[in-house]
T-cell receptor, first 113, second 109 residues
Framework: DGGITQSPKYLFRKEGQNVTLSCEQN?????MYWYRQDPGQGLRLIYY???????QKGDIAEGYSVSREKKESFPLTVTSAQKNPTAFYLC????????????FGDGTRLSIL | QKEVEQNSGPLSVPEGAIASLNCTYS??????FFWYRQYSGKSPELIMF????GDKEDGRFTAQLNKASQYVSLLIRDSQPSDSATYLC?????????FGTGTRLKVLA
């Protein structure tokens, strides 16, 4: 079955630590996205990538970094510079940049130890 | 700042009634409009999408779009307790999706 796989489902970060959230898709989609969701809030865009080896900052990119070395993979690193990382992180993809529905992964819940 | 606004609710309706969820958006360049259902702790699930003015029906769900008023709504007929969730409205242009904060729907058995 085609889809998006996010791992891990739950992640804990210590102070000063960088952590990386995995996102893999087998839908052959060009565009991939990372969102953050805080309790009672909508989704806010962190980064997006239109194509391999290219990515753009979203609305809340500070304290985060990404890479897109393969079409299937778009990992997100939450750096120690992100002072309030506790949130639900969602990875999504779409065929390309057209305004069509996105596919979402199941999410990673990140908490501070 | 482009925005999508929704009433946070909760919107409580009795089982079998029609639930009406509303959304306004500020970007006149928005091309597509989506409704997602999100259960607590889960990822959003696409319910409906609409591109053109008017109504679009799919089973118990009807999406309504009025671009002149910058307004999109979702009607859920014969509401069931399993419809209890948060409903996110989203608009889209090229590579840009903007989400509202969601409306929490409670269907009372």
């Amino acid at each position: 079955d085609g889809g998006i796989t996010q791992s891990p489902k739950y992640l804990f970060r210590k102070e000063g630590q960088n952590v990386t959230l995995s996102c893999e898709q087998n839908l052959n989609h060009d565009a991939m996205y990372w969102y953050r969701q805080d309790p009672g809030q909508g989704l806010r865009l962190i980064y997006y990538s239109q194509i391999v080896n290219d990515f753009q900052k979203g609305d809340i990119a500070e304290g985060y970094s990404v890479s897109r070395e393969k079409k299937e993979s778009f990992p997100l690193t939450v750096t120690s510079a992100q002072k309030n990382p506790t949130a639900f992180y969602l990875c999504a993809s779409s065929i390309d940049g057209r305004p069509i529905p996105q596919h979402f992964g199941d999410g990673t819940r990140l908490s501070i130890l | 700042q482009k925005e999508v606004e929704q009433n946070s609710g909760p919107l409580s309706v009795p089982e079998g009634a029609i639930a009406s969820l509303n959304c306004t958006y500020s970007d006149r360049g928005s091309q597509s409009f989506f409704w997602y259902r999100q259960y607590s702790g889960k990822s959003p699930e696409l319910i409906m999408f609409i591109y053109s003015n008017g109504d679009k029906e799919d089973g118990r769900f009807t999406a309504q779009l009025n671009k002149a008023s910058q307004y999109v709504s979702l009607l859920i007929r014969d509401s069931q307790p399993s419809d209890s969730a948060t409903y996110l409205c989203s608009t889209s242009g090229t590579y840009k999706y903007i989400f509202g904060t969601g409306t929490r729907l409670k269907v009372l058995a």
